[in-house]
């Protein structure tokens, strides 16, 4: 988001759990539009909030995920924000061989892009 749109806007990663390393395809295809994803660390809500990011200071939560989609409606159900769910394709496991997969992520980035675009322009 930062690459589109600078850092006018606060943004964080989160997700349902921290205990795994971003994957190198993601980062592969990323690289490719010139996003630096190497040095991205995952976090739960849980751990960004002892970071000190309160949901509660957030306008909106967007979720990639039916279970992000699902644990994000749980936690922030008393706060006063919207949450929009995506449903971009998990490319993990997908197609046979480096080149099928590479293709299966950079279909999952150019979504997520898109969406953005729709969204913000």
Same mark, same amino acid.
């Given at each position: 988001? &930062? &690459? ?64 992000? &989609? ?46 953005? &675009?729709?969204?913000?322009?």
């Amino acid at each position: 988001m &930062k &690459k589109l749109y600078g850092t006018d806007v606060y943004v964080q990663s989160a997700g349902i759990h921290s205990d795994l390393e971003i994957d190198g395809f993601a980062i592969a295809v990323c690289e490719e539009i010139g996003v630096e994803l190497s040095r991205h660390q995952s976090r739960s809500f849980d751990e960004m909030e002892k970071r000190g990011d309160q949901l509660s200071s957030f306008d909106l939560v967007v979720a990639l995920t039916p279970a992000s &989609k699902a644990e994000a409606e749980r936690l922030t159900q008393y706060y006063h924000m919207e949450l929009e769910f995506w449903p971009i394709a998990d490319p993990t496991g997908a197609g046979d061989g480096r080149e099928a997969r590479l293709e299966a992520y950079r279909a999952s980035r150019d979504d997520i892009v898109t969406q953005l &675009k729709s969204r913000w322009g």
